[in-house]
């Protein structure tokens, strides 16, 4: 079992920052998979940026050139989000994986952007 902690949601205007936290009760080293995903309101969940065997990428192309994630190598995986627009409003989820295949999900935690 590993239990997810997100922080770092909250209320920022258009044009803003904000940088999200996903703390894992594991070392990120025995994961195969972390991923940021978030949900809008009527949407579905939609994958935004992840890290596959240590390569990272932007998975959603919104998000291309103004969200990046990172870790710490340690416990925590990053979401930097620049540049953040009204439609980026929405749940934020850290999502990982083990190398079995069993994947995990945090709690989420509220973006909003909005002046």
């Known amino acids: 079992q590993v239990q997810l902690v997100e922080s770092g949601g909250g209320l920022v205007q258009p044009g803003g920052s904000l940088r999200l936290s996903c703390v894992a009760s594991v070392n990120i080293f025995s994961l195969n998979f972390m991923g940021w995903y978030r949900q809008a309101p009527g949407k579905e969940r939609e994958l935004v940026a992840s890290?596959?065997?240590?390569?990272?990428r932007s998975d959603s192309k919104s998000v291309k050139g103004r969200f990046t994630i990172s870790t710490d190598n340690v416990h925590t995986v990053y979401l930097q989000m620049n540049s953040l627009k009204p439609e980026d409003t929405a749940v934020y989820y850290c999502?990982?994986?083990?190398?079995?295949?069993?994947?995990?999900w945090g709690k989420g935690t509220l973006v909003t952007v909005s002046s």
């Open positions: 890290i596959t065997n240590g390569d990272s």
């Open positions: 999502n990982v994986a083990l190398y079995s295949g069993i994947n995990f």
